[in-house]
């Protein structure tokens, strides 16, 4: 069964800090993956899809970046955190070719 | 873009009631996926139904694609049904789903 782990689960970082969120999908190989973001009170918006290793799209300007080192881990990170990165970010995954999406438990960021 | 409205934003049922659940879409569709968020943000997904009608348990959803709408019904409803409903739209080739805000589901004993 495929299993996907959000790390941390909550953040309190200060403005101007650096930020890593990880994300590792276990049981699939070659999964399609996926960073979402939701303020408090808002909608979720994609941020950024990888298909493959070392190839990451963004979808939406936050001054974030993403990675994806290896076939099973997705790496979202800034070098300054700023006020408005407060939120909900999610992690997804997808099977290539098919349209289902998968959610991790996600990571609550608290930029005070 | 995609366009995602949800309907009724919010719904307050007694245990036992049904609930029926609307979303409507501005753009043809390759993917429509309903999602349950807990009180504490993780996502689950209830049903994957692009189109036509699927049942799981006592939801059942039906998508007429061609009217760019989609229904959620649930059954019996239970006080751990309470949280807050989600349809999403997926409408690109790299799989971008666009997200309602939601409809908050009450349901009390």
């Known amino acids: 069964a495929q299993t996907i782990h959000q790390w941390p689960v909550a953040e309190i970082k200060a403005v101007g800090s650096p930020l890593s969120l990880g994300c590792t999908i276990k049981?699939?190989?070659?999964?399609?993956l996926y960073w979402y973001w939701q303020a408090t009170g808002g909608t979720l918006q994609q941020l950024f899809y990888s298909i493959t290793v070392g190839q990451v799209e963004s979808v939406v300007q936050l001054n974030l970046s993403a990675s994806r080192p290896k076939d099973d881990q997705f790496i979202l990170s800034t070098e300054k955190l700023l006020l408005s990165h407060s939120g909900f970010y999610l992690c997804a995954w997808s099977y290539r070719g098919r349209r289902e999406v998968f959610f991790g438990k996600g990571t609550r960021l608290t930029v005070v | 873009g995609q366009q995602v409205q949800q309907s009724p934003a919010s719904l307050v049922l007694q245990e036992g009631e049904n609930a029926e659940l609307q979303c409507n879409f501005s753009?043809?569709?390759?993917?429509l996926q309903w999602f349950y968020q807990s009180p504490g943000g993780s996502l689950v997904s209830l049903l994957s139904?692009?189109?036509g009608t699927k049942h799981t348990g006592r939801l059942t959803s039906t998508t007429v694609t061609k009217e760019r709408r989609s229904s959620l019904h649930i059954s019996s409803s239970q006080t751990t049904d309470s949280g807050t409903y989600l349809c999403?739209?997926?409408?690109?080739?790299?799989?971008?789903?666009?997200f309602g805000k939601g409809t908050v589901l009450l349901v009390s004993p």
């Open positions: 753009s043809t569709a390759t993917q």
């Open positions: 999403a739209i997926g409408d690109s080739g790299y799989n971008k789903l666009t």
């Open positions: 049981g699939k190989s070659s999964p399609n």
């Open positions: 139904n692009p189109s």
